[in-house]
């Protein structure tokens, strides 16, 4: 294993800080196959003394990083890592470089007002929903270990403290670049995108024009990570722009959610009150977040390139979407009624708030002739409402004469049965409080296989209950 932390060098851009050790930590999770990918062989003693602060690897030199970002529209000049510390860098025996970050890891000088800790809620939410999202195929930041404690953290109520590690291959974000452009510091940002460019893309070249090329990236990436939480209905919850990843990845897990039944205007965090963040304007906040970063690259890239980079995000959003939603209705081939076909099952799913996993999975079972399986109509409240739109549909297959059953396998392969709804993480998380971390293991497992039928966890696919609607997710944690 080889350590390091390369960003560590950068004085200007942050401040070393050591861990803050948690009172009496208790291991909770460690994901042993995300660690032997990256190499890193170490006994449950050792993840536990890492995660809770304990102790440090050799090599390792904990650092927290400075940035800034606009929050819910407003820009606020500086953030950073407030209760987090980039540990190290680990070079994974396949070559590939690895960010060790700690959450929860105590005050930095960059906690403002807050108490540098995580509860053990929201660590637990943010380890579930990133290996889930992982396993669905999404880029995302991964969770590597995670500790529990006896020390009471503060928020609406007392709650058990925690933390955890987590991994990404870079943790830059839009913020880092705004917090150097508007602190009068804009000299030190090709420092930063050359770090980037040297670790990440060392195909690019660290100039004008390689700078160019990885705004362009950026954007390329931003819109397909959009794309691709649309289409398996993802909402993130707090998409200010030191929550933008510069790689694409999904990163700080706040108060996120899946959509259970359909409602395009869904809003995830009961914190947003104008629904900024809300599902439907997910895609356009990607785009408005992505002119701040262009603003803050400005002094070095033309805006001329910007723009041009800019104006590629709608095309590279849309085309993503319509080519899964394109797989997730098992057809092969574009025909001309499709985008009307498309729009009218949304509007019906929107008018039905019909289940929008169970829907997606289960349209797999309706043949191109014949009655509309059971499955499927009991998630509608109106199956009436739908007969022109199954037969236009059937007919559509009909059309494309394929195999039924090749697919009801391709649709499988891209409709998952198994999505992190939101009372399934509360049933772990109050399971966990209690000290009992075995229903967040069994959710682990049946969610690292979302596309697999698991029959004997039909439980888990089966649209929420009532109750779930009273679940309150805010951006405290
Ligand atoms: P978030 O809403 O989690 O993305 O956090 C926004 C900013 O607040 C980041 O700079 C965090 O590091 C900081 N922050 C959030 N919670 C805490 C906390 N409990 N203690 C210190 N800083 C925090
Ligand atoms: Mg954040």
Redesign the pocket.
């Known amino acids: 294993m080889i350590l390091s932390n390369q960003y560590a060098t950068f004085d200007w851009a942050g401040s070393r800080v050591e861990p803050t050790p948690l009172q009496e930590p208790r291991l909770l999770l460690v994901n042993h196959a995300l660690a032997e990918e990256l190499g890193m062989a170490l006994s449950d003693q050792q993840w536990l003394e890492i995660t809770s602060g304990i102790r440090l690897l050799p090599d390792m030199s904990p650092f927290a990083q400075v940035?800034a970002?606009h929050?819910f529209g407003g820009y606020?000049p500086r953030?950073?890592?407030?209760?987090?510390l980039l540990l190290g860098e680990v070079v994974a025996p396949d070559g590939q470089r690895w960010d060790l970050h700690l959450k929860?890891a105590g005050?930095?000088p960059?906690?403002?007002?807050?108490?540098?800790?995580?509860v053990l809620r929201s660590s637990l939410r943010e380890y579930l929903a990133s290996e889930a999202l992982y396993h669905l195929g999404i880029p995302t930041t991964r969770a590597l270990c995670l500790v529990g404690s006896e020390e009471p953290?503060y928020r609406e109520q007392v709650e058990p403290g925690a933390a955890v590690l987590r991994v990404a291959q870079s943790h830059l974000r839009f913020g880092h670049f705004e917090y150097f452009y508007y602190s009068g510091e804009a000299e030190r940002i090709p420092a930063l995108l050359d770090y980037l460019i040297q670790t990440q893309w060392p195909d690019l070249s660290q100039d004008q024009a390689g700078y160019a090329a990885l705004f362009e990236r950026v954007v390329r990436r931003t819109a397909t990570l959009i794309a691709r939480w649309q289409a398996v209905g993802f909402c993130h919850g707090?998409m200010?722009t030191?929550?933008m990843s510069m790689l694409g990845l999904t990163l700080?897990y706040?108060p996120y959610g899946f959509l259970d039944g359909y409602n395009p205007g869904h809003i995830c965090n009961h914190s947003d009150h104008a629904g900024r963040y809300a599902y439907d304007q997910q895609p356009s906040v990607g785009y408005w977040n992505l002119q701040r970063l262009a603003q803050a690259l400005s002094g070095l890239v033309p805006v001329e390139s910007l723009r041009q980079a800019l104006d590629g995000y709608e095309h590279a959003l849309l085309s993503s979407f319509s080519e899964t939603m394109r797989q997730k209705l098992g057809l092969a081939a574009w025909e001309d009624e499709d985008p009307a076909l498309f729009r009218d099952m949304f509007n019906l799913m929107a008018a039905q708030q019909v289940d929008y996993s169970c829907w997606f999975r289960r349209l797999a079972l309706l043949a191109p002739e014949g009655p509309v399986p059971e499955p499927l109509l009991t998630l509608l409240s109106d199956a009436g409402a739908w007969d022109d739109w199954f037969g236009r549909y059937q007919a559509r297959l009909a059309r494309e004469g394929r195999d039924h059953g090749d697919k009801v396998a391709q649709m499988n392969a891209v409709n998952p049965k198994y999505v992190l709804r939101n009372h399934l993480a509360q049933q772990a998380i109050e399971r966990a409080e209690r000290g009992d971390m075995s229903e967040a293991a069994l959710l682990l497992q049946v969610l690292s296989r979302p596309f697999d039928e698991q029959p004997e966890f039909d439980y888990y696919a089966a649209p929420a209950p009532e109750w779930a609607g009273q679940i309150c997710v805010s951006?405290s944690?």
């Open positions: 940035y970002g929050q606020s953030l950073g890592d407030g209760r987090a929860g005050k930095t960059y906690s403002r007002f807050g108490d540098g800790r995580a953290v707090v200010n030191d929550n700080d706040g951006c944690s």
